[in-house]
Every structure is written in structure tokens, then in C-alpha cells.
């Protein structure tokens, strides 16, 4: 093949890169540029006229255009056919900075004949006197091979098909990564692809015949990559796949919502609607996609012994100490602590004085006629705030997740001591936080004394 780059002089010196403009010293982002000739008539030469689209001869010679042509298409109903004379060029101005992704489809027929290429430049001006290739990848039909320009790769030539052409270009990095039918082909400098000392700038394509016989080209674009944000209302994880920063253009994603214990997925907002799960969803444009969870309801058993028990309430509810005490079989008393005050309250099942309500994260000792237990359903707490006062707390654990003595001790503001009370053993195990001895597990459900040197708000943690 002949190679357009030989006799080229690159005057670099000589070059300023287009830059579009924008308010202040911030450089504003060129638009995507997309190109499915449907606009055009079918076999209409684009050949540099006023109606060609920006499409042109190489060297703005008419000779060197193409025709549109409904023959083949890769989205209907019109390509391009690049064939004999055909170099037929596209210039662009602004794209240089960021990350670009070029993509062009191209057919080669089965009975193909000759080495025709695909070119990008990073400078191009019609009387060609410093133009400079960054990108030139051959077809030959007489080894059947793919080639990258003054380059040992290739891969095998395709014909009978549409293949996708695409190079990912960071001009940010001076970097691009070519791929043909989705295999990485090459990766190198964009500046110093292949005539070398050139500029970050995306110029112009060229599809060049070079004598070969037709090639089709269909739905050429220079986009920028898109990105993906999952917010999440409520308690749970989105997994993406593939997992990337960025993804190239009609990229498919799968995104799956798994809700936590106690949780369920709701539905989607934002760029995706709906409640199927998972789901897949393509990268068109950057999009922005919430995920809901709400609580669902969980069923929850709480062991009881005979006489005195420590139990915090997990799930939400409107009890008072009477239906607290009326929901367990055999209970007659039921007790609060006043961390404000430090003073017990007691309730008498089935009498009407010192009835108190239960509230989230707070515990209460119980005393039971005899062996029993308590089941109840009902959503997991939300948001829940419990005053630690100064000195001694009764709280409740009511998240899924144990924990032990020392793990909550040591996230309550000037907590020392943690102490749990056994219903089984009615005994009381004391833990010194900060030490080795006694550190307890605490699970869901219990209730704990703590004593702090100093007031705080506690949600939960431990």
C-alpha cells in the first residue's frame, strides 16, 4: 500500500489546537458527533458540497468522495461505500482534552480484493502540507489480516459481517486503545501513533480505498464515555456488571438490588423506572439511578425464663408496659429505669397505675410466672435516637447484626461498664470496657445496663 504518511513534514511548532470556547478559563466539552448517512439520498456522492455533511475528498478533491448506498446497512437504511479512489475525509474541531471513544461499523464483503484503511489523524488541513496520522489500520485480502500501521500486531480479517472499529482515546493521557470486533488489537501514544510528533487533537477520519475494492461503512461516532451513579434509599447494595468508572457507548450494564435482612426491594427511580430486578439497562448517556428498599416485616421469638428477664423490644410497636406485659404468657410485672432520674418504675400487669410506653432502644426487666416466650412481628426500627444520661442506662440491641460488650461500650461516648442479665441463671455478668474479661456477645433482643461519665445520643452503634 501506498502510505499517505511518506514526504510528510510535520511543522509541530506551527500548530494551536482548537479549542471551543467557554466562560472564564474553563474549556467547554465539544459535542458527540454521530454519522448514519440515512440523511443522505441513496446514491448521493459525498464529494464536499454544502449538502455532504462535513464529508469530503482527501485534499477537499471531489475526485476522492464516496457514495451513499442502500446496498448494505448496518442500522437502515443507508452506509457509505468505500471503494477504488474513495478517501473520504471528515474533519473535526475541538476535541482536544478528555476521553473519547471513536466507533465505526464496517462490512467487508466475502469477495473483497485488495488493502484498504481506516485512519485517524491528530492534524489534517486540505493542502496537507503538515498533516499527521495517529491511527492507521489496514484490511488485506491477501493475508486476511488486520494490521495497526508500522506495527507487528495483528488479527484476522473478518468478512461476510458488521464489525465494530473502536478506539478508545484519552487525550488527557495521550493514550488509545484500538479494537476490532472487540479484541484489543494495539495500544500506544495517540501523538506518537504513527507519523509521530503530533498533537492531542482528534482532526479528522479518513476512510481510505486505496485501490481495494468496496468496503462499507455505517454508523460512525465520536462520543465520550458515560457514567453510572446508583444512589440507595434504605438498606441494601446494587451490584453493576460490568463494575467500571466509565462505559463506552450502548454499553449493556446488569444491575441486581439486594435488599439486606429485613429489607425488600422496592423499585427504581431516576434514569430507570420499574421493579424488575435484575435488570439491564444501556449506556446511552450518563445516568443517574436510585434504588429503593423499604422494611419488611420480620417474625422475631424472644426466650423468657421464670422470674426476672432484661428484653428490649427489636421491631416497631405501640406497647405499653400492659400489652407488653399481655403478650407474654405467665408475665405480671413488667420494669422501666429512668436514666434521667435513676429510678425504677414498675408495672403490674392487668392493673391500671405506672403504665408506661415502650420506646425503641430501651429495654425492660420482665418477671414471668414461669418458663415462656414472645413472638413478635413487625418492620425493623428505622432511625432510632436513646439519651444517654450520666451514670446508668437500660438500652436495648435491636439490630440483626451481634455485636459484643466491648464493641458497644467502646461506641457509646464514656461508656465503662456493660452488663448483661441472664434470665436462665439470674445472674448478672459485669463487662469493664477497655479490658479483656467478661466481653459478653449481645444479640437482638437483649437488654443491657450501662453506665457513661457523660451524656450522649446513642442510634445504634456497637
Not at 469530503?56 to 443507508?78: D, F, I, R
Not at 507519523?195 to 461516532?221: E, M, P, Q, R, W
Not at 399481655?326 to 429512668?338: A, E, P, S
Not at 455478668?429 to 445520643?457: C, K, Q, W
Amino acid at each position: 500500500m501506498k502510505k499517505k504518511i511518506i514526504g510528510i513534514i510535520v511543522c509541530f511548532f506551527l500548530m494551536t489546537p482548537l479549542i471551543a470556547s467557554a466562560t472564564g478559563n474553563d474549556k467547554e466539552r465539544p459535542s458527540e458527533w454521530i454519522e448514519d448517512f440515512d440523511s443522505y439520498s441513496n446514491g448521493q456522492i459525498l464529494d464536499g458540497t454544502s449538502d455532504d455533511g462535513g464529508w469530503k475528498g482527501w485534499g477537499n478533491n471531489s475526485a476522492y468522495g464516496a457514495t451513499v448506498t442502500n446496498t448494505m446497512s448496518h442500522s437502515l437504511p443507508h452506509s457509505v461505500d468505500i471503494h477504488t479512489d474513495s478517501d473520504l475525509v471528515h474533519e473535526f474541531s475541538g476535541y482536544t482534552s478528555g476521553q473519547w471513544v471513536f466507533t465505526a461499523w464496517q462490512y467487508i464483503p466475502n469477495d473483497f480484493v485488495g488493502e484498504s484503511a481506516f485512519i485517524l489523524l491528530d492534524i489534517y488541513s486540505d493542502p496537507g502540507t503538515d498533516n499527521n496520522w495517529a491511527t492507521q489500520i489496514n484490511f488485506n485480502s491477501t493475508t486476511n489480516l488486520v494490521i495497526s500501521e508500522f506495527e507487528d500486531v495483528t488479527l484476522p480479517l473478518i468478512k461476510g459481517q458488521w464489525v465494530e472499529l473502536r478506539n478508545v482515546i484519552n487525550l488527557d493521557n495521550d493514550t488509545q486503545y484500538f479494537y476490532y470486533d472487540g479484541t484489543l488489537l494495539t495500544n500506544k501514544s495517540w501523538t506518537e501513533g504513527v507519523s509521530g510528533g503530533g498533537v492531542l487533537d482528534i482532526a479528522a477520519v479518513d476512510l481510505f480505498a486505496n485501490g481495494a475494492s468496496t468496503i462499507y461503512y455505517d454508523d460512525i461516532s465520536l462520543r465520550y464515555p458515560y457514567t453510572l451513579t446508583i444512589n440507595i434509599v434504605g438498606n441494601g447494595t446494587v451490584t453493576k456488571n460490568p463494575d467500571q468508572l466509565t462505559y463506552l457507548y450502548n454499553t449493556p450494564v446488569e444491575l441486581t438490588a439486594t435488599p439486606d435482612t429485613d429489607w425488600t426491594f422496592s423499585h427504581w427511580s431516576g434514569d430507570l423506572t420499574g421493579d424488575t430486578n435484575p435488570v439491564t439497562i444501556y449506556m446511552t448517556q450518563n445516568k443517574t439511578i436510585t434504588t429503593h428498599f423499604t422494611p419488611s416485616a420480620a417474625t422475631l421469638t424472644i426466650d423468657l425464663y421464670k422470674e426476672w428477664n432484661l428484653i428490649t423490644i427489636p421491631l416497631e410497636n405501640t406497647w405499653t408496659a400492659e400489652t407488653l406485659g399481655q403478650n407474654i404468657t405467665g408475665c405480671t410485672v413488667v420494669i422501666k429505669f429512668d436514666g434521667d432520674t435513676q429510678l425504677f418504675t414498675t408495672h403490674v400487669v392487668n392493673t391500671p397505675h405506672d403504665n408506661f410506653p415502650v420506646l425503641n432502644g430501651e429495654s425492660y426487666f420482665i418477671y414471668c410466672a414461669h418458663d415462656t416466650n414472645l413472638t413478635i412481628t413487625g418492620l425493623p426500627l428505622g432511625t432510632t435516637t436513646v439519651h444517654i444520661y450520666q451514670e446508668w442506662n437500660l438500652i436495648g440491641w435491636f439490630t440483626e447484626i451481634p455485636t459484643t460488650a466491648e464493641s458497644l461500650g467502646t461506641n457509646i461516648t464514656d461508656c465503662n461498664v456493660v452488663i448483661k442479665f441472664d434470665g436462665d441463671t439470674q445472674l448478672f455478668t459485669t463487662h469493664v470496657v477497655n479490658t479483656p474479661h467478661d466481653n459478653f456477645s449481645i444479640t437482638r433482643g437483649m437488654g443491657l445496663f450501662i453506665y457513661a461519665t457523660s451524656e450522649s445520643d446513642w442510634h445504634g452503634e456497637g
